[in-house]
């Protein structure tokens, strides 16, 4: 049995997505590749190459992956997939980043293959549990699949170490360019605070905080934990923050050490994506609030002075 | 330009569902359903592109029971033109109803295609992918601006970091995000007008399509059920507990 894992990156840096991604190869056990597709992205596979438990790093390196177009990534994933004379993957895994979600179920489809999304949970070489109705069921899934197509939810799986090993890079000449799609930019946002998904301290706010000059408050209490800065969704609908911001079901999926909610009442898909967090805070003057009904700690009060009163105090 | 729009009935994203006591799946019996979020942002859009004039004919189609015959009325009340039921009681994966969804573009030839990025219920995220794969067509899922111009749409995309635009050859895949647009409500007369609309019933046998699947799920769970903690009077409690009880600050 062998893995093949996609690379989460940027052509510059491995993201740390991979390393949840690759424990949950590890879990399902066999040799472990990684495939990097990009431009320019010899560096990516160098880091690949000394992820703990990974034995090959295939680097697919052309400008037809430059932006790592859907349309051009997954025939080369399918076709690796596919390899004839059993040396083909038993799995097929990538992280259930935006780039994962985009890319993998290209993939299945062209290997005519359901696709198994967000795992949290290896039961065994072909079963897995993954959250629906926005994590208030939690279905066992299990695939007859000659490919398993499988995004993996990084929250569910510890990564494994970024150094240690020592595979062969191995390059791969195939170059797939459909000529359906290009690249036209980007816009990043910038930020000098942790990743969303990989912070150990999350601060996020709701519709409480009214709109979205006041989230100042939250980046001054962010800055003094070191902590990132997300949102609800009616945050976002509200025009209050952008959406890579929304923590949800159908935004990112977190589960930092500490978690503080404020002005956020806890809707279902808010709780869908925080509530795997260690310890929850919860502060809000509705003491009604369902948010409540997860929060270690809960604090019944204005926002407007317990926030700014709490960074006062660390 | 022929728009078609895929839309899904799914449980109100208002209920709170329950896993049936036999594990075998959540409990739907007298459940408010609804149009899937997504795809309500999905119909609002081919409806705008028609009065923008760049759409002409907006043809919605969903895969379902019977039922979801009230979601395509929905979507006729909002401004399509006419709906197709692909009617199948059974629950089908995304890569079957991807393929449903090809006969009908087949058989269609839409230059654009919409659909939600995501269901509420199964959660997949795949569906919208798969067709694209399936017609070789170019996608622009998670979609937060969609552009048509000539032969091509760009389409600006909500990605972990921020936002990307690609330009995509017509015909093509959309799937939507949320901040795509905000969804109109159907008024009284054209709910009434909407009825007298054609709505046309397929099998997934009439269009030869296999409903076959590699994925069975064994069983549904309810989650660990996360227990409510305490609450504190004060900052300078909530502090306290943080550092000396949780040990996370």
Known sequence: ?314 | MKVLVAVKRVVDYNVKVRVKADNSGVDLANVKMSMNPFCEIAVEEAVRLKENGKATEIVVVSVGPSTAQEQLRTALALGADRAVLVESAEELTSLAVAKLLKAVVDKEQPQLVILGKQAIDSDNNQTGQMLAALTGYGQGTFASKVEVSGDSVAVTREIDGGAQTVSLKLPAIVTTDLRLNEPRYASLPNIMKAKKKPLEVLTPDALGVSTASTNKTVKVQAPAARSAGIKVKSVAELVEKLKNEAKVL
């Open chain 1, 1 to 314: 049995m062998t893995i093949l894992v996609i690379a989460e990156h940027d052509n510059k840096v491995l993201a740390p997505a991979t390393l949840n991604t690759v424990a949950a190869a590890a879990k399902i056990g066999g040799d472990i590749h990684v495939l990097v597709a990009g431009q320019g992205a010899g560096a990516v596979a160098e880091a690949a190459a000394k992820v703990a438990g990974v034995s090959k790093v295939l680097l697919a390196d052309n400008a037809a992956y430059a932006h790592q177009l859907p349309e051009n990534v997954a025939p080369l994933i399918a076709a690796l997939g596919l390899e004839a004379g059993g040396s083909g993957y038993s799995h097929i895994l990538a992280a259930a980043t935006s780039n994962g979600k985009n890319i993998l179920p290209r993939v299945a489809a062209q290997l005519d293959v359901d696709q198994i999304s967000e795992i949290v949970s290896v039961e065994s070489a072909d079963t897995f549990k993954r959250p629906i109705y926005a994590g208030n069921a939690i279905a066992t899934v299990q695939s007859t699949a000659a490919v398993k197509v499988i995004t993996v939810r990084a929250t569910g799986f510890d990564p494994v170490a970024a150094e240690g090993g020592s595979a062969a890079v191995e390059a791969v000449a195939a170059a797939h360019d459909a000529g359906t799609s290009s690249f036209v930019g980007e816009e990043l946002a910038k930020s000098d605070r942790p990743e969303l998904t990989a912070a150990k301290i999350v601060v996020s706010g709701g519709r409480g905080m009214q709109n979205g000059d006041n989230f100042k408050h939250l980046y001054a209490l962010a800055d003094k934990l070191g902590a990132a800065v997300g949102a609800s969704r009616a945050a976002v609908d509200a025009g209050f923050v952008p959406n890579d911001m929304q923590v949800g079901q159908t935004g990112k999926i977190v589960a930092p050490q500490l978690y503080i909610a404020v002005g956020i009442s806890g809707a279902i898909q808010h709780l869908a994506g925080m509530k795997d967090s260690k310890v929850i805070v919860a502060i809000n003057k509705d003491e009604e609030a369902p948010i409540f009904q997860v929060a270690d700690y809960g604090l019944v009060a204005d926002l407007f002075e317990a926030v700014p009163e709490l960074s006062a105090s660390l």
